[in-house]
């Protein structure tokens, strides 16, 4: 059973930042790798970032490039996105979701399970 809990959302200006947390089970972090994807209201779900299979690189998409950080700590099975410079384009449901060793890294349907999502708000 595989389970991803999205926490970290609310309400921030422009210009400020937020963490979101995505936490998992041991198995679930060891055997998949998290990515995170958003979602606004009348738009494809898109991605945000995740991590290479090793650990060692990260991705971005070029919209949040230099703005959010992706990162893990697997003594709490847990992957992290730490969002800086906030827009009023970066509202959206915050996604986080699990992909298996050679799934593609930034395609939707490569991600076997997904969170609920947290809501993410930036006013101007």
């Known amino acids: 059973q595989v389970q991803l809990v999205e926490s970290g959302g609310g309400l921030v200006q422009a210009g400020g930042s937020l963490r979101l947390s995505c936490a998992a089970s041991a198995r679930t972090f060891s055997t998949y790798r998290m990515g995170w994807f958003r979602q606004a209201p009348g738009k494809e779900r898109e991605f945000v970032a995740t991590l290479s299979w090793s650990g060692v690189s990260t991705y971005y998409a070029d919209s949040v490039k230099g703005r959010f950080t992706i990162s893990r700590d697997s003594a709490k099975n847990t992957v992290y996105l730490q969002m800086s410079s906030l827009k009023p384009e970066d509202t959206a449901i915050y996604y986080c979701?699990?992909?298996?060793?050679?799934?593609?890294?930034?395609?939707?349907?490569?991600?076997?399970?997904w969170g609920q999502g947290t809501q993410v708000t930036v006013s101007s």
């Open positions: 979701a699990a992909r298996p060793r050679g799934s593609t890294l930034n395609r939707v349907d490569e991600y076997a399970y």
